[in-house]
C-alpha cells in the first residue's frame, strides 16, 4: 500500500486527485495539507488534516506527494519533496519557468524520486476524437497532435472530425447532457461523463 499525502483541496484536489487516489487500490489518502479547513477529513476520514508541507512530510508513512496548489507554487513545493524523499505528481504546468523545470527535474533525477505532471487531458475526448484524424506519428504523442491541430496543413481533418461528430448525432458516450463532450467536434471518454470533469 502507498500511502499518499494531497497538497491542496480545492477543485483540483478535491474533484480530482483524492477521488483518484481513493478510489485506486494500492493507494490510500494518508494526508491532506487544507490550511484553514477540515472539509478533507469530514470526506475521507482516514485523512489527516495538517496546515503546513513540513508537518505532511513529518508522516514517514508518506511516500508520495500529489500537489494541486496555485502554478506559483509548485516550484516550492515539489522541491521540498522532492528533498525530503518523496515521489511527486503535480499539476500542470509543472513550473512558471523552464529554469525552474529543469532545476526539479534534475534534483530528481540526483535524488532518484519519480516526478510526474498530472496530464488527464491526453484521456478527454477531443484528443480521442484528433487521434482518429491525426497522421500516425502524432497518435503517440499528444503535443502532436496539438501541433497538428495547429498547423493550416491540417485545418480539413479538424473540419472533417466536426462534420463526422456533427453527422454521428451523439458523442461516443451516447450524448449524455452532463457531458461537455457533446458540444460539436469533440469525442468523449468516459472520464469526461463525470459532474465534476462537466461543470469544469
Known amino acids: ?15 480530482f486527485h483524492a477521488p483518484v487516489i481513493a478510489a485506486v487500490k494500492g493507494l490510500r489518502l494518508a494526508a491532506v495539507l487544507q490550511r484553514h479547513e477540515n472539509t478533507a477529513s469530514e470526506i475521507y476520514p482516514g485523512a489527516k488534516v495538517v496546515r503546513t508541507v513540513e508537518e505532511l512530510l513529518a508522516i514517514p508513512s508518506i511516500r508520495l506527494v500529489a500537489i494541486s496548489t496555485p502554478n506559483d507554487s509548485h516550484f516550492a513545493y515539489v522541491k521540498a519533496c522532492l528533498g525530503a524523499e518523496r515521489d511527486v505528481v503535480v499539476d500542470k504546468p509543472f513550473t512558471t519557468t523552464l ?5 526539479l527535474a534534475q534534483l530528481a533525477r540526483k535524488r532518484g524520486r519519480l516526478l510526474t505532471v498530472y496530464q488527464e487531458r491526453r484521456l478527454d475526448g477531443d484528443f480521442a476524437t484528433l487521434k482518429q484524424y491525426a497522421p500516425q506519428d502524432a497518435t503517440t504523442n499528444p503535443s502532436l497532435i496539438l ?5 493550416p496543413g491540417y485545418k480539413s481533418i479538424i473540419e472533417k472530425a466536426i462534420a ?3 453527422k454521428s448525432g451523439a458523442s461516443r458516450c451516447g450524448g449524455d447532457s452532463s457531458c461537455r463532450a457533446t458540444s460539436p467536434g469533440t469525442g468523449c471518454s468516459p472520464r469526461t461523463t463525470s459532474p465534476a470533469r462537466a461543470s469544469r
Open 147 to 151: 501541433k497538428a491541430a495547429q498547423m
Open 99 to 103: 529554469a525552474e523545470a529543469k532545476e
Open 164 to 166: 463526422d461528430s456533427r
Open 1 to 15: 500500500m502507498i500511502e499518499v499525502g494531497l497538497i491542496g483541496f480545492g477543485l483540483g484536489g478535491k474533484a
